[in-house]
Structures are given as structure tokens and as C-alpha cells.
């Protein structure tokens, strides 16, 4: 105890009731390196040490003091606001929302490939003497563009250089629309297997069998060759006069001599493939004609 004494000698007296704890704890600690009968015989070296130790022992209760009193102080509860209804609900309409989105983001291909497109289908009539034509089609529902303005009917004024004219006067060379059907268009058994750089001279060929003349025939490349040339091979088939009119049967008043309805499906390749070679038959013009071109692609 007399090494304890000499200890607090050095401390205040208004401090060692608070700090006798920590000289007993460390002395304890002592204790179970020496025994008693051992201390007595220390140098005052080791006495020395024991009472950096201590001094040491209290800045480590001060240290823990005030670092427990900022805990507490930071602990301190701080009223939270509640979550607004409106902020919940604002964020499960962008949940929905990130949903739909994402469904039609995964669903855009089967979506994409089961519509069927229409493209540029374009109608030339050329009487054999000025004429009033209407001409309705089957399934007006399934238009999507129209020039001149489709509405139940185009009624024009035909004359025999293939000029049309409508009630307001104004001049067309053809008649326009566009249309989308809910099908789906697989590769048949036949076609043809085409490298796009050979497109232009394909077209020529296959057109003046289908019968169009060098006009059409040229309107019909210079629309479809950069598309069929970006591609290394093209499938390419052209409909029969019956599945064109299951996909839009034309209704033309007076009923004209020849009509011919030209209607290509192609797709891209980047390989070959093995089909079946087209048959074609050749069509001959005569009399009051009405021709029509147009396309689409396949989806796949």
C-alpha cells in the first residue's frame, strides 16, 4: 500500500476518489505479473514505470470520457420526417413505369416481327381514253399513309398518258398508300437467292417479266436497290396475284383490261441458302391497264 500512497501523492486530493479505481485496477494488473512480496523488493525504476503506467491509466479514462460524451451527443436522436405519401407514391408510378417499359423493351422483337409493312405501293392507270376511275380497297383499317388523301375511296379523272386528276384539280402521276397487317411473313419454300450487289440487274429482268415498263421498272429499283444492296445476299420472292389480294384486294371502277400487281418480299442474308427457283410468267399489256408495285420485308 505504501507504493500506492507515494502514487497519489502526486495527485490531487478532489481527484482521487475518482481516480483510486483506476491505481487499484492497475495495481491489480500488477499483481497478476508479480506477487505482493516481489513488489516490496522493486527497484525505484520499476516503481517509476508503474506510475507512468498510471498516469498513462488516467489520460486513457479522460481519452474515454470525452469520447463516450461526443458518442452520446452524436447519438442524440434528431426527429426524422416522415416519408410523404405523395413522395411513396410518386415512386411506385415510376416503378410501373420502369416495368411496362422494360416488358415492351423485351417484347419489341416478337411484337416487330408478327406486323407486316406495306411498303410504297404505288397505282398507275392508263385508259385507252380519258376516263373517271374509283378505286376502293378491302381493307381501309390497315392504312397507315395515303397520297392523295384516302377517304372511302380515290375518285380521279384518268387520262390516256397516265396523268390523274382529282376533284380539287390537282395533278398525280400515281396513287400512294402504305399499310401494316398483324402477320407474320416466313421465308417460302421458293424464291430466288440474290447477292445485293447483283440486285439492280435481278430487278431489271424479273420486272420486265412481271410486266412493267422501263418507267415503273425504274421507279421500282431506284426505291428498293439501296436496300437490297446493303445486303451480301437478298431472299427475294414476289407474291402471287392471291396473296396479294388476301392482303388488300383493290376494287377499280371501270374494271380495267390487264391489271398487274407487283408485290416483292425480301430479307437480308449473310449466307446463302437453298430455295426452290420462282417460277415466273410473263405478263402482256393490253388495253385499258392499271399497275401497281410495291414490298415489304420479311420478318424473321
Same mark, same amino acid.
Given at each position: ?11 490531487? #486530493? ?8 483506476? @491505481? ?15 513488489? +516490496? ?15 498513462? &491509466?488516467?489520460?486513457?479514462?479522460? =481519452? ?11 447519438? #442524440?436522436?434528431?426527429? %426524422? *420526417?416522415?416519408?410523404?405519401? /405523395?413522395?411513396? +407514391?410518386?415512386?411506385? @408510378?415510376? %416503378? ?5 417499359? &422494360? !416488358? ?39 392504312? #397507315? ?24 384539280? /390537282? /395533278? ?8 401494316? /397487317?398483324?402477320?407474320?411473313?416466313? %421465308?417460302?419454300?421458293?424464291? !430466288?437467292?440474290?447477292? &445485293?450487289?447483283?440486285? +439492280? ?17 425504274? *421507279? !421500282?429499283? $431506284? ?14 420472292? !414476289? ?8 392482303? $388488300?384486294?383493290?376494287? %377499280? ?14 430479307? &437480308?442474308?449473310?449466307? =446463302? ?17 392499271? @399497275? ?9
Amino acid at each position: 500500500m505504501e507504493e500506492k500512497e507515494e502514487i497519489l501523492e502526486e495527485v490531487s #486530493t478532489e481527484e482521487k476518489s475518482e481516480k483510486i479505481e483506476i @491505481v487499484e485496477h492497475i495495481e491489480s494488473k500488477f499483481d497478476d505479473l508479480k506477487p505482493r512480496t516481489e513488489m +516490496a523488493e522493486m527497484s525505484k525504476e520499476e516503481k517509476e514505470e508503474i506510475k507512468e503506467k498510471v498516469i498513462e &491509466g488516467f489520460e486513457r479514462k479522460e =481519452k474515454k470520457e470525452v469520447t463516450e460524451e461526443n458518442t452520446e451527443h452524436n447519438n #442524440t436522436a434528431v426527429p %426524422i *420526417e416522415p416519408v410523404k405519401k /405523395k413522395s411513396k +407514391a410518386g415512386i411506385i @408510378v415510376l %416503378i410501373i413505369i420502369g416495368i411496362i417499359i &422494360g !416488358f415492351f423493351w423485351l417484347s419489341w422483337p416478337m411484337i416487330k416481327d408478327s406486323i407486316q409493312v406495306q411498303w410504297k405501293p404505288v397505282i398507275y392507270v392508263y385508259p385507252t381514253e380519258d376516263i373517271d376511275v374509283t378505286i376502293k380497297v378491302s381493307n381501309p383499317g390497315d392504312l #397507315t399513309t395515303t397520297y392523295p388523301k384516302y377517304n372511302k375511296e380515290w375518285k380521279v379523272k384518268a387520262h390516256t398518258d397516265g396523268t390523274l386528276i382529282d376533284s380539287n384539280n /390537282k /395533278k398525280y402521276y400515281a396513287l400512294y398508300w402504305e399499310s401494316e /397487317k398483324n402477320k407474320k411473313n416466313p %421465308i417460302k419454300e421458293d424464291g !430466288f437467292v440474290v447477292k &445485293g450487289k447483283d440486285s +439492280a440487274s435481278f430487278l431489271e429482268e424479273k420486272l420486265e417479266i412481271l410486266g412493267l415498263n422501263y418507267k415503273e421498272a425504274n *421507279e !421500282f429499283i $431506284m426505291y428498293w436497290l439501296p436496300k437490297l444492296e446493303s445486303n451480301k445476299y437478298n431472299y427475294i420472292r !414476289f407474291q402471287t396475284m392471291d396473296e396479294i389480294n388476301n392482303n $388488300m384486294e383493290l376494287d %377499280i371502277n371501270p374494271e380495267p383490261d390487264t391489271l398487274i400487281r407487283v408485290r416483292m418480299e425480301y430479307t &437480308g442474308l449473310d449466307n =446463302k441458302i437453298k430455295v426452290k427457283e420462282q417460277s415466273l410468267t410473263k405478263v402482256e399489256r393490253f388495253g385499258y391497264t392499271v @399497275v401497281e408495285w410495291g414490298g415489304t420485308e420479311i420478318s424473321r
